[in-house]
């Protein structure tokens, strides 16, 4: 499924950056290295370019700095994002597109797909695991859905194209996400329509 919300800048239907976003567990981070050997782009995942540069999880940052100042973060590397000029692939924080400061400046950074799931989807994919700081309380479900009423119309708005990955497998999200591209004048080579050889294709969660 695709809005139908298209970019006017000829610039980013054709090119730019590929933008994806998407609440915590959606699968930015396994499609985002698929699509980044298919389409022959660099891959970047904003939270671990602000781990790097803070020298530090994001755990430790909202433990010590809160969650306030990791935000501030998110904003600055995504006008460098923005200004970055060479065509790459970038997965973008959970929270990042909540921002009303920082919903204009995704949609001018290029094409922007939604990855999206229900919250039990993400219940399953991410019990057990302990790094996420936003789900370290007593009913994490209860949360997950709380913060995605509170998401899913922030991602909406920034999407140019909608994908459901719920049960899919990951080489179907990645044909679907290739095709809606080329459906808005992505040029993509036909060799990137064949499975991937890189990885198990159920392992769709990060």
């Known amino acids: 499924m695709s809005n139908t919300g298209h970019k006017k800048n000829s610039e980013y239907q054709k090119g730019g950056h590929l933008v994806l976003i998407g609440f915590m567990g959606s699968g930015k981070t396994s499609i985002g290295r698929s699509l980044s050997y298919k389409l022959k782009r660099a891959f970047y995942d904003t939270d671990k370019m602000i781990e790097e540069r803070e020298g530090v999880t994001i ?3 909202f433990k010590t700095k809160g969650e306030k100042y990791f935000r501030e973060l998110e904003t600055q590397v995504l006008r460098e994002v923005r200004d970055d000029k060479i065509p790459r692939i970038y997965s973008l924080g959970g929270g ?3 921002s009303l400061q920082n919903q204009p ?3 001018t950074i290029g094409t922007v797909v939604y990855l999206r799931l229900q919250p039990e989807e993400v219940w399953e994919r991410l019990k ?3 790094t996420r700081p936003l789900l370290q309380c007593e009913d994490p479900l209860a949360k997950i859905r709380s913060l995605m009423k509170l998401r899913s119309p922030a991602y909406e708005r920034c999407a140019d194209i909608i994908i459901d990955n719920g049960s899919k497998e990951r080489d179907d999200v990645i044909k679907e996400i290739l095709e809606e591209l080329q459906n808005r004048g992505w040029e993509i080579p036909p060799e990137s329509y064949k499975p991937s050889p890189d990885a ?3 392992e769709n969660k990060e």
Do not use: A, M, R, W
């Open 59 to 61: 755990s430790e940052i």
């Open 96 to 98: 990042t597109p909540v």
């Open 105 to 107: 400046l995704i949609k």
């Open 128 to 130: 057990g695991d302990t």
């Open 200 to 202: 198990d294709n159920t």
